[in-house]
């Protein structure tokens, strides 16, 4: 059984370009997570989707930030119009139900650089 | 706002010996409790969790314990190995919340041979 998989890696972006971040979930899971983490930090929440919707979007920023987790396909992290304070982590997990303590299961990340 | 922390950076600890990490909590609605260990370059590994109806909770080589009375949560890991070094993140969430889980700001272990 896979684990959850983000793609790509690493993205190189200039500021002003987007940046898509894509994360498949574990299979049977339903439900996404989005993660940033800088340097020597801790991952601070950003948002959290089910299928074809968005739940709790509360730590991400109101602009240029976009999140979505399509009926088909993978769940996508959209930044448009990148800056250099973007650079950071992105980590997808994902849970199979609704409850706090059900284990989130992380991916390996992407690693965003703006130049 | 609430958060959670850790009292110590980093931690060097002898090949072999028990290591034991330190996290204090704020946040008194928090009720369950995870550790998750981050290699290099990886996304955290989940390594154990806690409900606050518990005190103690034992796994492979790792107990977590946790302390109400002080919010204190700590993780210990017995006969610390090499591949043990990773930097170790608690983080809190309420069973019954669906989403986010809050992280601390880590404790980096190393292993000296």
């Known amino acids: 059984n896979a684990g959850v998989m983000q793609n790509p890696r690493h993205l190189v972006r200039r500021r002003g370009q987007e940046a898509r971040l894509r994360c498949s979930p574990m299979?049977?899971?339903?439900?996404v997570y989005w993660y940033r983490q800088l340097p020597e930090e801790g991952l601070k929440f950003m948002v959290y989707l089910q299928k074809e919707n968005i739940i709790d979007e509360s730590g991400m920023p109101k602009e240029r930030f976009s999140a979505e987790f399509p009926k088909e396909g993978p769940s996508i992290l959209r930044i448009q119009q990148v800056v250099r304070g973007d650079s950071a982590a992105y980590f997808c997990?994902?849970?199979?139900?609704?409850?706090?303590?059900?284990?989130?299961?992380f991916g390996p990340g992407t690693r965003l650089l703006v130049l | 706002g609430e958060s959670v922390g850790l009292h110590l950076p980093t931690l060097s600890v002898q090949e072999g010996d028990n290591s034991i990490i330190n996290c204090a909590y704020s946040?008194?609605?928090?009720?369950?409790f995870i550790w998750y260990k981050q290699e290099s370059g990886k996304g955290p590994q989940f390594i154990i969790d806690?409900?606050?109806?518990?005190d103690k909770r034992q796994g492979q080589r790792v107990t977590v314990l946790l302390n109400k009375t002080v919010k204190h949560l700590s993780l210990q890991i017995a006969a610390t190995q090499p591949g043990d070094s990773a930097v170790y993140f608690c983080?809190?969430?309420?069973?019954?919340?669906?989403?986010?889980?809050?992280f601390g700001s880590g404790t980096r272990l190393s292993i000296r041979p």
């Open positions: 997990a994902s849970s199979r139900k609704t409850s706090g303590e059900e284990t989130q299961y």
């Open positions: 806690i409900r606050s109806n518990m």
């Open positions: 983080a809190e969430n309420k069973a019954s919340s669906a989403s986010k889980i809050i």
């Open positions: 946040n008194s609605a928090s009720d369950y």
């Open positions: 299979k049977g899971h339903s439900h």
